[in-house]
């Protein structure tokens, strides 16, 4: 019986090539809020807020994000997801998240409102 396993190493590297990605899903809705919000500058940090916190600082939605593998993606942790979320965030000018892990996939994946949030609160 042949083995389903490649013979060689360049054989093995481009299957797993194929096979895999580095690619997230990313999923943007934005909200008619975020209309004329321009994108944040290069020092963009938005923080993490609760719903309470959101709620508390007055913050509007601007839009949510979703961030999750592609079923093939292999960079998929924690710290990849957030650097995509910030990114995000800072692309549609929300200075706040509110995050929601989701716990459907090996990969870390999470969901999170885009919120625009009076500054100098909190």
Excluded: K
């Excluded at 042949?2 to 934005?30: E, F």
């Excluded at 994000?65 to 995000?88: A, M």
């Excluded at 892990?101 to 999470?110: D, E, K």
Aim: overall charge negative; some cysteine; proline content about 6%.
């Amino acid at each position: 019986m042949a083995s389903p396993c490649p013979r060689t190493l360049a054989a093995g590297l481009a299957l797993l090539a194929a096979a895999c990605t580095s690619d997230m899903n990313i999923t943007v809705t934005r909200l008619p809020a975020a209309d004329g919000v321009v994108a944040a500058g290069p020092h963009c940090a938005p923080e993490s807020l609760d719903a309470e916190q959101a709620e508390t600082r007055a913050c509007v939605a601007l839009g949510e994000v979703f961030v999750g593998d592609t079923g093939r993606s292999w960079n998929c942790g924690r710290e990849r997801v957030e650097v995509d979320l910030v990114s995000v965030a800072c692309s549609v000018g929300a200075n706040a998240l509110q995050l929601e892990p989701v716990l459907t996939s090996g990969c870390y994946q999470a969901r999170a409102q885009l919120l625009a949030c009076p500054e100098g609160e909190g």
